[in-house]
């Protein structure tokens, strides 16, 4: 079986489980096995919709996420299916539980993956490294873990028949005990799924101007994105940081407005399909990987696109 985690919000599968699900299919025809999925949940989960797309459904109930409960639902649940390989989006959680799931099993592990296939009984991918200035081509063989890049696979469809629910019952886990969580309030679309991303940085001066930002990035109906040199400033929280260290970005449309363009900033947007870079310094690094750049100040520059942009 080739076992595929669904990630969640509580109400929706995410776009990436989506992604996932297409990769499990593919290595599923290729291996000639059957594809299940396993729902974590700590609370409420999508488990209808995902039915939806797998021939059977894992679901376990786990409370407050931690890497080590996450891990023992999806080794239950590969316990379960019998599996050649487990796929799951590749997220800053999978980071922290896929691991230990390959170490558990012992298996291969291709992370953060673009491409995968079967060449002669053994799986292939490929992924960035070195700030994605490199492509890698990597094998090992079944029983495989992987995760797959976001934004880089097609989105898969519902089979048209829902598959057979099966509760898991997880065993007490020795975990560390989650005392309080506070939630972030999300406002509008998520980065890492936004087609527009309008990402400020240190040269818009300071937490005040991000009004603006947040102006166009909802007029364009995108995401606000930040360098880090603006989330250790405290002006915007971490959760927006686009960047080697933060978050990585493909959307169709990226404006870069008082950002310098430096390598771990790029390794986190320098794949997205228009990148726009509007800096006061006709040097400065992001020129060299925008395909349209104004020089000028944000200060300027910025009313004057969002004014362009409402008399569309
Ligand atoms: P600056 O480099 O200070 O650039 C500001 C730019 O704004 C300049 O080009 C300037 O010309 C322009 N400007 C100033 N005023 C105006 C104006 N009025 N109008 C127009 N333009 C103006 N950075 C990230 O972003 N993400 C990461 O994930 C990340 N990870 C890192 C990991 C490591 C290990 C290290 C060492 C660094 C990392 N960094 C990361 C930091 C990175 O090296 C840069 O310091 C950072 O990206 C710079 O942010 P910035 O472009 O906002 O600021």
């Not at 080590?68 to 649940?77: C, D, H, P, Q, V």
């Amino acid at each position: 079986m080739i076992l595929v985690v669904l990630d969640h919000d509580g109400n929706k599968l995410r776009k990436a489980s989506l992604e996932a699900l297409t990769r499990a299919r593919k290595l599923s025809e290729a291996l000639g096995e059957g594809v299940a999925g396993v729902l974590l949940a700590e609370g409420q989960a999508p488990v209808e919709e995902a039915r939806g797309y797998v021939e059977t459904l894992y679901v376990a109930e786990l409370g407050p996420y931690t890497a080590e409960k996450w891990a023992a639902g999806i080794l239950e649940a590969a316990k379960k299916a019998g599996v050649k390989a487990i796929v799951a989006p590749s997220s800053r959680q999978s980071r922290t539980y896929m691991g230990r799931v390959a170490y558990a099993l012992r298996a291969g592990l291709l992370e953060d993956t673009l491409e995968s296939w079967v060449e002669g009984g053994e799986v292939y991918a490929t992924r960035y490294a070195y700030l994605n200035r490199v492509t890698q081509k990597v094998k090992t063989a079944p029983p495989v873990v992987l995760t797959v890049k976001p934004n880089t696979t097609p989105l898969a469809e519902p089979l048209g028949q829902a598959g057979q629910v099966v509760a898991l019952p997880i065993p007490p886990v020795p975990t560390v005990e989650v005392l309080e969580r506070v939630q972030e309030e999300k406002k509008g679309v998520s980065l890492t799924e936004a087609d527009v991303v309008v990402t400020g940085g240190r040269g818009m001066g300071g937490p005040e101007a991000f009004k603006q930002v947040e102006e166009l990035a909802a007029l364009l109906g995108g995401a606000v994105g930040a360098t880090r040199a603006v989330v250790d400033a405290g002006w915007r929280p971490y959760s927006e940081q686009v960047g080697q260290t933060g978050k990585t970005v493909q959307p169709s449309l990226y404006i870069a407005l008082g950002v310098s363009g430096a390598v771990q900033h790029l390794a986190g947007m320098n794949k997205s399909k228009y990148i726009v870079a509007v800096n006061k310094d006709p040097e400065a690094p992001i020129f060299k990987h925008a395909d349209y750049g104004i020089v000028g100040d944000v200060h300027q520059v910025l009313p004057a696109l969002i004014e362009a942009v409402k008399k569309l």
